[in-house]
């Protein structure tokens, strides 16, 4: 395992406390994660990490993370996370976004193309197609959520993913956290989350890596062919048998197709 280290990092002068998992050399890459909650150093990270220097921030109002009640809309978000960044130390980097991460990754490209030097977006949130609606996530039930963001909804993994805690105190804690989680997410993005990234996506020049499981019931592959026709420097690549979170179902074909994009 890299050597990585949680620490709290002070953005706008103390106005957001942002928990941030960090580790690795190398070219920064900053991972933006999704409406599943705050990763901290997973396994997929780690491999990341023995190439780049990784950085995986917690959004405003997820985990220990602080100030989402300082943002009101989209703009304040971008400027957060273009804040963070020069708190971080950061002035370029790899960008990775998964879902959600992955609308907040588009839009500070697009706001900041400068900062962003290789973009990847996951299974991204970020546009609209009314014939292939992104699914209410915000309402699912677990057993409804296992069988969206799954290939194999029976698998061990996908079960062990929606269970909850047995202890009374931890089940409670786990409840309270996705809440809270979903809470940031819908403040940016209910109840859909198109915010005019059409509008700025001439804005996203840098060599883009647009990744997908081609079984994500959530936000379907269609997003992935307009997110394609959108960027004008994407590449798409669909892993076959995969839902919604290629790092968890499919972690060898998802870091080879990050590091291979990163590296080319």
Same mark, same amino acid.
């Given at each position: 395992?890299? +050597? ?9 002068? @103390?106005?957001?406390?942002?928990q ?13 994660h999704?409406?599943g909650?705050? !990763? @901290? ?36 978000l %971008? ?7 020069? +708190?971080?130390? %950061?002035?370029?980097?790899?960008? !990775? ?6 609308? *907040? ?14 973009? $990847?977006? %996951?299974?991204?949130? &970020? ?6 609606? !992104? ?26 993913? %929606?269970?909850?805690?047995?202890? #009374? ?16 997410? $819908? ?10 990234l ?14 997908? @499981?081609?079984?994500?019931?959530? #936000?379907?592959?269609?997003?992935? $062919? +307009? ?7 994407a ?6 048998? *995969? ?19 990163? &590296?080319?």
């Amino acid at each position: 395992m890299v +050597a990585h280290s949680e620490r709290m990092v002070s953005v706008r002068g @103390g106005m957001f406390s942002v928990q941030v998992a960090e580790g690795g050399t190398g070219h920064p890459l900053v991972f933006l994660h999704g409406a599943g909650g705050y !990763v @901290g150093w997973p396994d997929y990270l780690d491999r990341l990490a023995e190439k780049y220097h990784v950085y995986a921030p917690a959004h405003p109002g997820v985990a220990e993370s602080t100030g989402l009640n300082q943002l009101d809309d989209l703009w304040d978000l %971008v400027q957060f996370y273009e804040e963070l960044l020069d +708190a971080l130390g %950061v002035q370029s980097c790899y960008l !990775v976004g998964h879902s959600y991460g992955g609308f *907040c990754a588009a839009e500070l490209a697009a706001h900041r193309p400068e900062r962003v030097s290789k973009l $990847a977006l %996951v299974n991204s949130l &970020g546009l609209w197609l009314p014939e292939h609606p !992104v699914a209410d996530f915000f309402i699912l039930t677990p057993d409804e959520r296992r069988e969206m963001l799954w290939h194999d909804p029976e698998s061990e993994l996908a079960r062990a993913y %929606v269970a909850a805690p047995e202890g #009374i105190e931890e089940r409670m804690e786990h409840t309270l956290d996705r809440l809270q989680t979903l809470q940031s997410v $819908a403040k940016f993005t209910w109840p859909i989350p198109e915010r005019g990234l059409t509008k700025r996506a001439h804005r996203i020049a840098m060599p883009t890596l647009v990744l997908w @499981g081609d079984s994500d019931r959530v #936000i379907p592959p269609e997003y992935a $062919a +307009a997110f394609g026709d959108l960027l004008a420097n994407a590449t798409v690549t669909v892993i076959p048998q *995969c839902g919604h979170i290629p790092q968890l179902e499919r972690p060898d074909e998802f870091h080879d197709s990050v590091t291979g994009f990163l &590296g080319s």
